[in-house]
Structure formats: structure tokens, C-alpha cells
């Protein structure tokens, strides 16, 4: 099965940073120590405007993530998806995750790995 | 749920189980599949039945093969010669025949030649430990001296304690619509408006069973978050209000809020009329802390802290998650009692959306089995000549009342001047006190129990207190090797509870259960009628305290049990003992004048303490370290001084790191990464440095918990134990009038570039 037109759309606004992904994914993937499939960088915190600080984490797929094909096909959720603390990782065709992305409005990225 | 516990999948067989102990952490007992093949464990999966996880784990579930077959693991007993303490090369493989032979005779003969009370029990946190120290301490070995050697019990003690002395209920958990199976979309349930994150840092933490990230489920559905906290960590990014106080200045903020809920009557009147004792008192009081003031001690500015009062007071439905720096204060009483005065005039407690109490629990490691509150009942189960021999017994008669732990800060001064007796015996139960985990002023435990004749150390791994101190080692099991039982907050609030369940062999490894019960059945038969874990589950489990009565095998298969518990509990009697409506205390209401804190020589209102070292407090000293330390927080990848072997875990938190803000690193002339020592009058560490604008300039926050593995074990060098060890600068015995609280939040340092 191709997953070409599939992707993982992120909500980042609610990513805590946790690194459940991380580790989900060497689990998943056999990744070695200092590899990674996904990799949590995060941004702040640092003083943006006013009182508000900027403190954002964002998980970025590298290109040994290959999107859970083995679960996809025995019908599960990527195994990033599937942990993930915060339950903000989304797995799905482009188009559907598009349309997520637009009804969140903001704080979303979308990777095609 | 599924109604089975195992099955098999694609090959291999499963195992559902509640997360819990060993590897600690608290017992949050996350929903887990365990992946077994050939008697292996070969992967893990979180379960998406489980109705509170939902299949989510964190990254240390996560890593656990890596902890079950690491080689540095300990699976076979161990012995060596007290004369080699701390060798690492004189360990020597024993069989478990000999280990118990040695261990029988050992107690029997301590036991008969000095008395019970000289054999003592040191527990760790968030493992199994905590729910079987007691059944192992003043059971099973019968011993009155059970230690948690945390300086001021300043860990959930003093919270739970201020629970039982004012509220006369266990701990007021935030309700995350953990009482239904349908959770957040249940009918009715309220979402909190707002919730109060007070010195807590549940995502890391999952503090005592709370499921931390429940937070962010109800904030993605609009809770609004109030943050009180030195450091700008994730959540107070996204609060509404962060109140980024002082450090230590917790019980002036709270009788701030006070201030401004009582003058401008943002309070539920009918509530206090009905349910509170002292409310004019506590009124009274609470113009001492005009919030100009409040301002001028927390550093927050006035209207910050008058408009989260209010948001706090006027929501429909709130609550506060208040954490362990409620604790670590010599003022903690009064912050809990200031806290919960809190809740209680804004009508949160056992409200839906609010402050959530626990029904009658089977199991209750610290109180009786079916009450949630900590009420010290050992001197119901052992001879009271016995218990009255306890170190510390004549002192601190507060505390005594409630805890059954004896006092760690004036047992050291007994330890270290062997009176009124020697301590011959020690048990360090999945214990790691040296590491700057609990213990103040680690170095004197150290000396304190090296003088023991004889140590007993239990841990799955190897660490710096047994190394240094043990003469035996008995290998734990983790909860993938064990039937054991998960009970979130230990019973003091029982959200839910679940079955751990056995899935493989480990060497010979076994549970703390099954230790208690192997030296309960030979020395006190009488106690025991119980010789396996499951027959002991049945008993408790079986209950007639309790309303949801289940035996063991019923509860693996059913997974999750989320016991009935009704809101509004004190209306309907359901608190008391005596079955009559209102709370266990002595005047049947929340004591907000508190009759036993009179009673114990206390202040029966809450005040604020200033930090004993501060530079209000004391200018001379913090001209000479003027950088306000504070320490404790956790990260997403360790449990206190645990996990710093697994390397997928390591690899996200490699070395001890100091926050500071950028003005105070260009102060000190320190860039990001250098390596620094912080340095006081009790003693110095060495931690990396982390520039950030998440804390305050003049802060600083130390990691805790820190030893290497990788290094060197014998003594003296320990594992590295003394090199980043934050403890060092923290005294013990500097806690409140009761004998709760320590300085470890608020402690004053220099800083200076590591050369060495
Ligand atoms: S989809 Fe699978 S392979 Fe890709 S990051 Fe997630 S866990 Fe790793
Ligand atoms: S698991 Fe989820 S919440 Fe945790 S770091 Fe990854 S994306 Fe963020
Ligand atoms: S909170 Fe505890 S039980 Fe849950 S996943 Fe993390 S380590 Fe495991």
C-alpha cells in the first residue's frame, strides 16, 4: 500500500513537548540513539508581546519516518498518533488534514514526510 | 473495556495491565498492552480502552523494554560483607533460600536481643513501596520506625496532612470527569472554567495518580488556566493569568486571594454558613494581606493578582491542582490550609468541576482501609509499648497524631547521636535518599546509616544509597513481572483502580508484596493470613467499607474499576465515620479556624513565613548568595533519580541543567552549556548551565535527582552522587512549627564557573 497523498497534521498549539513521540516512533521503527523518525524542537520560551511568552514545540518528521506503513496496513494508527500525550497528531490524506487544518485556524503544520 | 486480560494477537501473546511501579512514578495506572513472545517481552502499545489514557503513554512506559532487559539490572539477591560497604566488586550472587535464611535470623535476632523498634524501614516515592511499607515496617518485620527520610515529610505529607487536620478528607483531586466512561462528554458534567495550576507541574509529574495531560484535554475544550509559578513552564505559557511569584511566597499569594474574595464578597455565603467553622476569623486575618502587600512579597503586581481572584471566585466551576511546593516551605501548613480555604468559600469542594473528594478506598496504605483521610493508625495493629518507642514519638505531638512515617529531620539527630537507642537494621525499600531525591543534607544520612549493623537494599537497580550502604540486595520485579493493583493518589482520592497484571519472568526477581508477605508469614503468622498477593488483593478488594466490592481475578478481567462516588459526598454523610453528614473534623466542618492546629501550639489561621535566608529576611546572608535557588521540578523523561540508565530516556535530559534567565547568566559572566557550580553555607553542586527567559532573573532552578550510572560505583565516589547533588545546600530541620516543611524551594546560593 502507497501512502503517497497521506501525510501527519499537528496541532501545536496543544504539544506539550512531551517526547511520547519520540519514543514511539524508535520503538516502532528500531531507531538507533541519536536518530530520531520524529524529533520534538522546540521554540522559547522567550518574551514575544507584553506579558506573553512564545513557547511552542514542534515535532518534525525526518526522513525515517515512513508513516507507520506497517501498522497503517494492519489497520492501526501510527504509533506517534496513537501515543501521543496531548492528542494532537492526526494521521490521514492530504485533503482531509487540509480541511482540519483550516477548522483549527492557526498553531497546525502539516507534514508530508 | 475488553473482558479479558490476555489474548492472542498477530503472534504474539498480550497482556493488558494498569501501569504502575517499578519502573516508579506514581500510581497513575496507565492502560498498557504488553507484547510477549517466548516468555520475552518484545514491545509495548498504550491501551485506547483504558478510559482515563485513552492508549496515550508517556516516553518512561514507553521505554520500558530498554528498563526490563538492561544489563545493568540487578534480577538475582545479592550479599556482601558490611566491612566492604560500598565496593561494588564484593557483591556475590546468592539464592533466594539463603537471603530469607539470613534476613529471618537477622530480625529475630535484633529483634530479641535489642528490641523490634531497632530495625528501620526507609521507603522511597511513587513505587509499590509506598503502598507496602507499612505492612513490611510495623507488620510484618514489627518495627515502630517506618522513614520516608524526606526533610519535613515535604512530599504530599504536609497536603494530605493539612487534608486530615482541616478538612478531615483525603486530597481534593481536580475533577477531569474521571468518574464516568463517557469522561468529558458525560451528560452534565461541567467543564471548569478555569483551573489553578499552583506550584504543580502535572504533564511532567502525573502527580500521585492525577493523569497530568487530563489538563490539556479540558483546556482544548476551553478551560482557561490560572498559573502560579516562578518558572514560565508550558502550561503557564498558555494560561490565561500566570502569577510568576517569588519562590516560597505561595501562602502570601493565597491569603492575597483570600483577601480580595472575603472584601469583595466574591465568597459563597450559604456554603460557608453551613460547611465552614472561623470564617470571621479567617476574615479577620486576611487584612493583614492587603494585595498592595501581597504584591510587594510575591513580586506580582497587584492587579494581576486581584484579577485571577476573581476570575478564580466567579467561574461556575473551578478548581485548584495544588503541588509539592506546598511542601517543600517551612510555611506549608498554612499555604494548604490557605488553599483549601480557597476551594472551600468558593463552594469547589466535592463539587462537579471542582475539587473532587475520593470515596472509601480498599486499600489505604497510610489510614484505615475505607477512609480516605491519613490518619495515623498503627497503634490499632501493633502493641502500643512498641509503637510508642518510635523515634520521635514525644516530640511534634501534631504530627504525630497524623502520620505514621516517623519524623526523618529529628530522627537523623537521634540516628547520628544513637539515642535513646542504636538503630541496628536498616530496610531501604526502593529507596534512593543520598541522590538529591528527598533527603536534606544527604551526607549526614549517609554517616547516619553507614553506623547500622546490618542494611537490607530492594530496587530493580543498582543505586548510590544501596551501593553505599547495603549489605544485601533483593531484586524487585517491574510491574511487567508482578500481579499487583494500581489506586491512584494511594487511596486518598481513588479516581480509579486496576490490576497490574504478570506478563513475563525476570531472573528471580519479586514484588514488594510478596517480600512483605514472605517475612510476615514466618515472623507473624498471626498478622498474616494471607500467602499470596492475590489472596491478600481479595481481602481488601472484598472490603465491606466499600462500596464496589471485587475480587482480584474479577478486577483483571474488567481492567479499570472507576469506583462509585457521588459528588457533594458531606451532604449525604458519606465522609464521616459516624455516617453523619459534614467532614471528619472536630467541629464536623471545613476548619478554617483549625481547632487542632490550636490544639498542637499552631496558629489556627493561616500566615506567611518569609524565607528564612532571604535578602528581606536575612540581608546579610543574601549578599553573600544572592541568587534565590529553587529545585525540584521534573522532566517528561525521568522519575526522581530514576531511569538515568535508560539511554533513549537519557539522551532528551542528558545532564543536570540550571535555569537562569539571561541577565543573571551575563551577570555571572556564564554562557549556555558551561558547567557551574551553585554554592551555599551547607554545601555547593555542579549542574550545566540553561540560559532561559522562563524564569526570573535572581532564580535559579537546579535539577534534582541527579547521579551517573556510567560512572564509577564504588565509594567514595558513588556513582557520582555528591558531584551535581542539589541537596547538599539544603538544611534539614528548618520546617513549621508541626514538623512539616523544608526550605527546598527557596534556599539562597552564589554561582560560579566550574573549573575542574
Ligand atoms: S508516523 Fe510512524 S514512522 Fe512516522 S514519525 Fe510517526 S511513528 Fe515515526
Ligand atoms: S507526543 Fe504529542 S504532545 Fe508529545 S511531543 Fe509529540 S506531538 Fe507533542
Ligand atoms: S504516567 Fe506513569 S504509568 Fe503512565 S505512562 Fe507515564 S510512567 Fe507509565
Given at each position: 500500500?502507497?501512502?503517497?497523498?497521506?501525510?501527519?497534521?499537528?496541532?501545536?498549539?496543544?504539544?506539550?513537548?512531551?517526547?511520547?513521540?519520540?519514543?514511539?516512533?524508535?520503538?516502532?521503527?528500531?531507531?538507533?540513539?541519536?536518530?530520531?523518525?520524529?524529533?520534538?524542537?522546540?521554540?522559547?520560551?522567550?518574551?514575544?508581546?507584553?506579558?506573553?511568552?512564545?513557547?511552542?514545540?514542534?515535532?518534525?518528521?525526518?526522513?525515517?519516518?515512513?508513516?507507520?506503513?506497517?501498522?497503517?496496513?494492519?489497520?492501526?494508527?501510527?504509533?506517534?498518533?496513537?501515543?501521543?500525550?496531548?492528542?494532537?497528531?492526526?494521521?490521514?490524506?492530504?485533503?482531509?488534514?487540509?480541511?482540519?487544518?483550516?477548522?483549527?485556524?492557526?498553531?497546525?503544520?502539516?507534514?508530508?514526510? | 473495556?475488553?473482558?479479558?486480560?490476555?489474548?492472542?494477537?498477530?503472534?504474539?501473546?498480550?497482556?493488558?495491565?494498569?501501569?504502575?511501579?517499578?519502573?516508579?512514578?506514581?500510581?497513575?495506572?496507565?492502560?498498557?498492552?504488553?507484547?510477549?513472545?517466548?516468555?520475552?517481552?518484545?514491545?509495548?502499545?498504550?491501551?485506547?480502552?483504558?478510559?482515563?489514557?485513552?492508549?496515550?503513554l508517556?516516553?518512561?512506559c514507553?521505554?520500558?523494554?530498554?528498563?526490563?532487559?538492561?544489563?545493568?539490572?540487578?534480577?538475582?539477591?545479592?550479599?556482601?560483607?558490611?566491612?566492604?560497604?560500598g565496593?561494588?566488586?564484593?557483591?556475590?550472587?546468592?539464592?533466594?533460600?539463603?537471603?530469607?535464611?539470613?534476613?529471618?535470623?537477622?530480625?529475630?535476632?535484633?529483634?530479641?536481643?535489642?528490641?523490634?523498634?531497632?530495625?528501620?524501614?526507609?521507603?522511597g516515592?511513587?513505587?509499590?513501596?509506598?503502598?507496602?511499607?507499612?505492612l513490611?515496617?510495623?507488620?510484618?518485620?514489627?518495627?515502630?520506625?517506618?522513614?520516608?527520610?524526606?526533610?519535613?515529610?515535604?512530599c504530599?505529607?504536609?497536603?494530605?496532612?493539612?487534608?486530615?487536620?482541616v478538612?478531615?478528607a483525603?486530597?481534593?483531586?481536580?475533577?477531569?470527569?474521571?468518574?464516568?466512561?463517557?469522561?468529558?462528554?458525560?451528560?452534565?458534567?461541567p467543564?471548569?472554567?478555569?483551573?489553578?495550576?499552583?506550584?504543580?507541574?502535572?504533564?511532567?509529574?502525573?502527580?500521585?495518580?492525577?493523569?497530568?495531560?487530563?489538563?490539556?484535554?479540558?483546556?482544548?475544550?476551553?478551560?482557561?488556566?490560572?498559573s502560579?509559578?516562578?518558572?514560565?513552564?508550558?502550561?503557564?505559557?498558555?494560561?490565561?493569568?500566570?502569577?510568576?511569584?517569588?519562590?516560597?511566597?505561595?501562602?502570601?499569594?493565597?491569603?492575597?486571594?483570600?483577601?480580595?474574595?472575603?472584601?469583595?464578597?466574591?465568597?459563597?455565603?450559604?456554603?460557608?454558613?453551613?460547611?465552614?467553622?472561623?470564617?470571621?476569623?479567617?476574615?479577620?486575618r486576611?487584612?493583614?494581606?492587603?494585595?498592595?502587600?501581597?504584591?510587594?512579597?510575591?513580586?506580582?503586581?497587584?492587579?494581576?493578582?486581584?484579577a485571577?481572584?476573581?476570575?478564580?471566585?466567579?467561574?461556575?466551576?473551578?478548581?485548584?491542582?495544588?503541588?509539592?511546593?506546598?511542601?517543600q516551605?517551612?510555611?506549608?501548613?498554612?499555604?494548604?490550609?490557605?488553599?483549601?480555604?480557597?476551594?472551600?468559600?468558593?463552594?469547589?469542594?466535592?463539587?462537579?468541576?471542582?475539587?473532587?473528594?475520593g470515596g472509601?478506598?480498599p486499600?489505604?496504605?497510610?489510614?484505615?482501609?475505607?477512609?480516605?483521610?491519613?490518619f495515623?493508625?498503627?497503634?490499632?495493629?501493633?502493641?502500643?509499648?512498641?509503637?510508642?518507642?518510635?523515634?520521635?514519638?514525644?516530640?511534634?505531638?501534631?504530627?504525630?497524631?497524623?502520620?505514621?512515617?516517623?519524623q526523618?529531620?529529628?530522627?537523623?539527630?537521634?540516628?547520628e547521636?544513637?539515642?535513646?537507642?542504636?538503630?541496628?537494621?536498616?530496610?531501604?525499600?526502593?529507596?534512593?535518599?543520598?541522590?538529591?531525591?528527598?533527603?536534606?543534607?544527604?551526607?549526614?544520612?549517609?554517616?547516619?546509616?553507614?553506623?547500622?549493623?546490618?542494611?537490607?537494599?530492594?530496587?530493580?537497580?543498582?543505586?548510590?544509597?544501596?551501593?553505599?550502604?547495603?549489605?544485601?540486595?533483593?531484586?524487585?520485579?517491574?510491574?511487567?513481572?508482578?500481579?499487583?493493583?494500581?489506586?491512584?493518589?494511594?487511596?486518598?482520592?481513588?479516581?480509579?483502580?486496576?490490576?497490574?497484571?504478570?506478563?513475563?519472568?525476570?531472573?528471580?526477581?519479586?514484588?514488594?508484596?510478596?517480600?512483605?508477605?514472605?517475612?510476615?508469614?514466618?515472623?507473624?503468622?498471626?498478622?498474616?493470613?494471607?500467602?499470596?498477593?492475590?489472596?491478600?488483593?481479595?481481602?481488601?478488594?472484598?472490603?465491606?467499607?466499600?462500596?464496589?466490592?471485587?475480587?482480584?481475578?474479577?478486577?483483571?478481567?474488567?481492567?479499570?474499576?472507576?469506583?462509585?462516588?457521588?459528588?457533594?459526598?458531606?451532604?449525604?454523610?458519606?465522609?464521616?465515620?459516624?455516617?453523619?453528614?459534614?467532614?471528619?473534623?472536630?467541629?464536623?466542618?471545613?476548619?478554617?479556624?483549625?481547632?487542632?492546629?490550636?490544639?498542637?501550639?499552631?496558629?489556627?489561621?493561616?500566615?506567611?513565613?518569609?524565607?528564612?535566608?532571604?535578602?528581606?529576611?536575612?540581608?546579610?546572608?543574601?549578599?553573600?548568595?544572592?541568587?534565590?535557588?529553587?529545585?525540584?521540578?521534573?522532566?517528561?523523561?525521568?522519575?526522581?533519580?530514576?531511569?538515568?540508565?535508560?539511554?533513549?530516556?537519557?539522551?532528551?535530559?542528558?545532564?543536570?541543567?540550571?535555569?537562569?534567565?539571561?541577565?543573571?547568566?551575563?551577570?555571572?559572566?556564564?554562557?549556555?552549556?558551561?558547567?557551574?557550580?551553585?554554592?551555599?553555607?551547607?554545601?555547593?553542586?555542579?549542574?550545566?548551565?540553561?540560559?532561559?527567559?522562563?524564569?526570573?532573573?535572581?532564580?535559579?532552578?537546579?535539577?534534582?535527582?541527579?547521579?551517573?550510572?556510567?560512572?564509577?560505583?564504588?565509594?567514595?565516589?558513588?556513582?557520582?552522587?555528591?558531584?551535581?547533588?542539589?541537596?547538599?545546600?539544603?538544611?534539614?530541620?528548618?520546617?513549621g512549627?508541626?514538623?512539616?516543611?523544608?526550605?527546598?524551594?527557596?534556599?539562597?546560593?552564589?554561582?560560579?564557573?566550574?573549573?575542574?
Open positions: 500500500m502507497s501512502l503517497k497523498g497521506y501525510g501527519l497534521l499537528i496541532d501545536y498549539e496543544f504539544c506539550s513537548g512531551c517526547h511520547s513521540c519520540e519514543v514511539a516512533c524508535k520503538n516502532e521503527r528500531n531507531i538507533p540513539l541519536g536518530k530520531w523518525g520524529i524529533k520534538v524542537e522546540t521554540i522559547g520560551p522567550w518574551k514575544a508581546e507584553g506579558d506573553r511568552y512564545e513557547f511552542n514545540h514542534i515535532p518534525c518528521p525526518t526522513s525515517l519516518c515512513n508513516l507507520c506503513e506497517e501498522r497503517i496496513a494492519k489497520g492501526k494508527k501510527p504509533s506517534c498518533v496513537h501515543h501521543c500525550l496531548c492528542q494532537v497528531m492526526d494521521y490521514g490524506p492530504i485533503d482531509e488534514l487540509a480541511k482540519k487544518a483550516a477548522e483549527k485556524g492557526s498553531k497546525v503544520v502539516m507534514f508530508l514526510p | 473495556m475488553r473482558q479479558e486480560w490476555k489474548w492472542e494477537e498477530d503472534g504474539y501473546e498480550v497482556i493488558r495491565s494498569c501501569a504502575w511501579s517499578a519502573p516508579g512514578d506514581h500510581p497513575v495506572g496507565c492502560g498498557i498492552k504488553l507484547y510477549v513472545k517466548d516468555g520475552k517481552l518484545e514491545k509495548v502499545e498504550g491501551d485506547e480502552e483504558h478510559p482515563i489514557t485513552q492508549g496515550r508517556c516516553p518512561r514507553l521505554a520500558l523494554k530498554e528498563y526490563v532487559y538492561h544489563p545493568d539490572r540487578i534480577i538475582y539477591p545479592m550479599k556482601r560483607d558490611p566491612k566492604d560497604r565496593n561494588n566488586d564484593k557483591w556475590e550472587r546468592i539464592t533466594w533460600d539463603e537471603a530469607w535464611e539470613t534476613i529471618f535470623e537477622k530480625i529475630r535476632y535484633f529483634t530479641d536481643k535489642y528490641g523490634p523498634e531497632t530495625i528501620m524501614e526507609f521507603t516515592t511513587g513505587r509499590l513501596a509506598c503502598m507496602y511499607n507499612n513490611l515496617a510495623y507488620e510484618a518485620i514489627g518495627t515502630p520506625n517506618c522513614c520516608y527520610a524526606y526533610s519535613g515529610v515535604s504530599w505529607g504536609p497536603r494530605n496532612s493539612v487534608c486530615a487536620y478538612l478531615g483525603g486530597y481534593p483531586e481536580i475533577d477531569y470527569a474521571f468518574k464516568y466512561e463517557d469522561r468529558y462528554d458525560h451528560p452534565g458534567w467543564l471548569p472554567e478555569y483551573v489553578v495550576i499552583w506550584g504543580k507541574a502535572p504533564l511532567e509529574s502525573n502527580a500521585d495518580g492525577l493523569f497530568g495531560h487530563s489538563v490539556v484535554d479540558m483546556m482544548k475544550r476551553g478551560t482557561k488556566l490560572i502560579v509559578d516562578p518558572r514560565v513552564n508550558w502550561l503557564a505559557s498558555r494560561a490565561e493569568f500566570h502569577l510568576q511569584l517569588r519562590p516560597g511566597t505561595d501562602a502570601a499569594m493565597a491569603l492575597g486571594w483570600l483577601n480580595v474574595i472575603i472584601e469583595e464578597d466574591l465568597y459563597d455565603h450559604e456554603f460557608v454558613d453551613a460547611w465552614t467553622y472561623g470564617f470571621e476569623q479567617l476574615a479577620e486576611v487584612k493583614e494581606y492587603p494585595v498592595e502587600k501581597v504584591a510587594d512579597i510575591t513580586w506580582v503586581p497587584a492587579e494581576k493578582i486581584r485571577a481572584a476573581r476570575a478564580f471566585a466567579k467561574a461556575p466551576a473551578a478548581s485548584i491542582a495544588w503541588g509539592v511546593s506546598a511542601d516551605n517551612p510555611n506549608a501548613p498554612q499555604i494548604s490550609h490557605a488553599i483549601l480555604a480557597l476551594m472551600a468559600i468558593t463552594n469547589r469542594i466535592d463539587a462537579p468541576g471542582g475539587n473532587v473528594l472509601p478506598p486499600l489505604n496504605p497510610t489510614g484505615r482501609d475505607g477512609e480516605t483521610a491519613m495515623s493508625q498503627v497503634g490499632e495493629v501493633m502493641p502500643p509499648e512498641i509503637w510508642q518507642k518510635r523515634l520521635a514519638a514525644n516530640d511534634l505531638p501534631g504530627y504525630q497524631e497524623i502520620q505514621n512515617y516517623i526523618p529531620d529529628y530522627t537523623l539527630e537521634y540516628l547521636r544513637e539515642e535513646p537507642y542504636k538503630m541496628r537494621m536498616g530496610w531501604i525499600q526502593s529507596s534512593n535518599f543520598l541522590s538529591p531525591t528527598c533527603s536534606a543534607q544527604p551526607e549526614r544520612w549517609h554517616d547516619a546509616v553507614m553506623k547500622f549493623d546490618f542494611n537490607v537494599g530492594t530496587d530493580t537497580f543498582m543505586n548510590p544509597t544501596i551501593q553505599a550502604l547495603a549489605d544485601m540486595f533483593l531484586p524487585i520485579g517491574t510491574f511487567a513481572e508482578i500481579n499487583d493493583f494500581a489506586i491512584t493518589h494511594y487511596g486518598m482520592c481513588a479516581t480509579f483502580y486496576g490490576s497490574i497484571n504478570k506478563a513475563i519472568d525476570v531472573g528471580e526477581t519479586v514484588s514488594d508484596l510478596e517480600i512483605a508477605l514472605k517475612i510476615g508469614n514466618e515472623l507473624h503468622p498471626e498478622l498474616f493470613p494471607w500467602d499470596t498477593p492475590e489472596a491478600y488483593f481479595d481481602a481488601k478488594l472484598k472490603n465491606p467499607a466499600v462500596k464496589d466490592q471485587i475480587t482480584f481475578a474479577d478486577l483483571q478481567n474488567k481492567g479499570v474499576l472507576l469506583p462509585t462516588n457521588e459528588y457533594y459526598k458531606y451532604k449525604s454523610g458519606q465522609i464521616r465515620g459516624d455516617g453523619k453528614p459534614g467532614f471528619n473534623t472536630p467541629t464536623g466542618r471545613i476548619e478554617l479556624y483549625s481547632l487542632l492546629f490550636q490544639k498542637f501550639g499552631e496558629d489556627p489561621l493561616p500566615y506567611y513565613i518569609e524565607p528564612e535566608y532571604s535578602a528581606v529576611a536575612n540581608p546579610e546572608i543574601a549578599s553573600k548568595y544572592p541568587l534565590i535557588l529553587t529545585t525540584g521540578a521534573r522532566t517528561f523523561v525521568s522519575f526522581h533519580s530514576e531511569h538515568r540508565q535508560i539511554k533513549t530516556l537519557r539522551e532528551v535530559v542528558p545532564d543536570p541543567l540550571l535555569e537562569m534567565h539571561p541577565d543573571t547568566a551575563k551577570e555571572y559572566g556564564v554562557t549556555d552549556g558551561a558547567w557551574v557550580y551553585i554554592e551555599n553555607q551547607w554545601g555547593k553542586a555542579k549542574q550545566r548551565v540553561k540560559v532561559t527567559e522562563g524564569i526570573m532573573p535572581g532564580v535559579v532552578h537546579a535539577m534534582h535527582g541527579w547521579w551517573f550510572p556510567e560512572e564509577e560505583p564504588s565509594a567514595p565516589h558513588l556513582y557520582g552522587v555528591w558531584k551535581s547533588n542539589v541537596n547538599n545546600m539544603i538544611p534539614s530541620k528548618h520546617m512549627k508541626l514538623g512539616f516543611g523544608s526550605p527546598f524551594r527557596s534556599a539562597q546560593v552564589t554561582l560560579y564557573l566550574a573549573t575542574d
